[in-house]
């Protein structure tokens, strides 16, 4: 296993994701050890940057599940932890505060992974926009 995994982009015109995927090592004894477990973190990192001027309400959506991750105010930017015990894709639906929804592609998210979010302004123009 070496110390550092490749960087993985999925480029939308409307919501560029980029995931940097890391590895972090962890220096445990060999007895206590699981060699099926992952080292490194359990969770992920969502941080998001709203270009647009409207406040922007985030929900994660993975295995036929909804989890809200809060509201970026309108050109502001925010950070989410959210718990991501195993590899899983991950969309994220953004919900406009003046209108104007959208549902990101679907991109396999490991634990330990950055994602950096970026909302545009304009929504409704993409045709990458679900």
Known sequence: ?????????????????????SACGSATSASSADPFERAGSRNIRIEV????FNDATLHAL??????RLGTVTGKGSASY????PLPQPLRIQIDLLAGGDCTTRSMQVDPGDIIELQIELDLERDPDCF
């Open 1 to 21: 296993m070496t110390s550092f995994a490749p960087r993985r982009k999925l480029l939308a015109t409307l919501v560029p994701l980029v995931l940097i995927a």
């Open 62 to 67: 993975r295995g036929g599940e909804r989890h």
């Open 49 to 52: 940057t709203n270009l647009n």
């Open 81 to 84: 932890t959210m718990d991501w």
